[in-house]
């Protein structure tokens, strides 16, 4: 009697993510975002932190609402999504060239600033009823219209409120400017929903081919008696 054993494929561990944000004028909705989708985070004390930590981590919110940053700052960027890392970034200071942090922040600025609206597409939209309303807690700049990547929202105006690729995702607005606070909760769950699909494991594949090779194989071999 042969035993037949069906591989089913198995995800990959649970992520681990590291958060940071650099100040924030209202409350920001990713660490409850986070908490919902992931369970745990750990939060970085500063961004020489975020920097020297983040390799050990698969997934990344940076939120850079308040200060302004050079490209050695963030130097572990590129690194991180060459390993496999995925990563929410948002930063204020429209002057900057965010290719210098990474090339994979392959968006730039419009110049246009602190649209109050947005509306959201697919496959940020569950759950979401356009548009979104924003405002502002206390900033100078608390959205920045963006051009580049896959358009994810659209300001008002026409501009990208948010750019995405298979492993990065840019806000063009703060984390803490929702008008509707558990409405900008359920568009960070679906960023983070987004990032954290699940993928086999590399080696769960191969055992799921060679389980489906040797089944096969079995099944020839009943036809050929």
Same mark, same amino acid.
């Given at each position: 009697?042969?035993?037949?054993? @069906?591989?089913? =494929? @198995? ?27 992931? /369970? ?18 698969? #997934?990344?919110?940076?939120?850079? *609402? ?12 590129? =690194? ?14 429209? /002057? ?5 942090? %990474? =090339? ?12 109050? *609206? ?18 502002? =807690? ?15 929202? *659209? ?10 690729? %298979?492993?990065?995702? @840019? ?13 900008? #909760? *359920? ?23 060679? /389980?489906?090779?040797?089944?096969? /194989? ?8």
């Amino acid at each position: 009697m042969v035993a037949l054993f @069906v591989l089913l =494929p @198995v995800t990959a561990p649970h992520a681990s993510v590291l958060y940071f944000s650099d100040g924030d004028a209202g409350t920001n909705v990713f660490p409850t975002a986070i908490t919902n989708v992931y /369970g745990t985070f750990t939060t970085a004390a500063s961004a020489v932190d975020f920097n020297s930590n983040l390799l050990s981590y698969n #997934v990344a919110v940076l939120l850079l *609402q308040n200060l302004t940053y050079n490209a050695t700052d963030f130097s572990n960027i590129t =690194p991180f999504i060459n390993s496999g890392g995925k990563i929410i970034f948002t930063y204020w200071q429209t /002057g900057s060239t965010p290719s210098s942090f %990474s =090339p994979y922040l392959n968006y730039t600025y419009t110049g246009d600033v602190n649209d109050t *609206q947005v509306n959201v597409f697919a496959p940020f939209n569950t759950g979401i009823t356009n548009p979104i309303d924003l405002y502002n =807690p206390g900033w100078g700049i608390f959205s920045m219209g963006l051009n580049g990547m896959t358009q994810g929202a *659209q300001f008002s105006n026409g501009d990208t409120a948010i750019a995405y690729s %298979s492993q990065v995702i @840019v806000n063009g607005f703060l984390g803490d400017v929702f008008d509707d606070y558990d409405v900008g #909760v *359920q568009l960070a769950m679906n960023e983070l929903n987004y990032l954290a699909t699940p993928v086999p494991e590399p080696g769960t594949m191969l055992l799921l081919s060679s /389980g489906l090779a040797g089944l096969a /194989g079995f099944r020839r071999r009943l036809f050929r008696k």
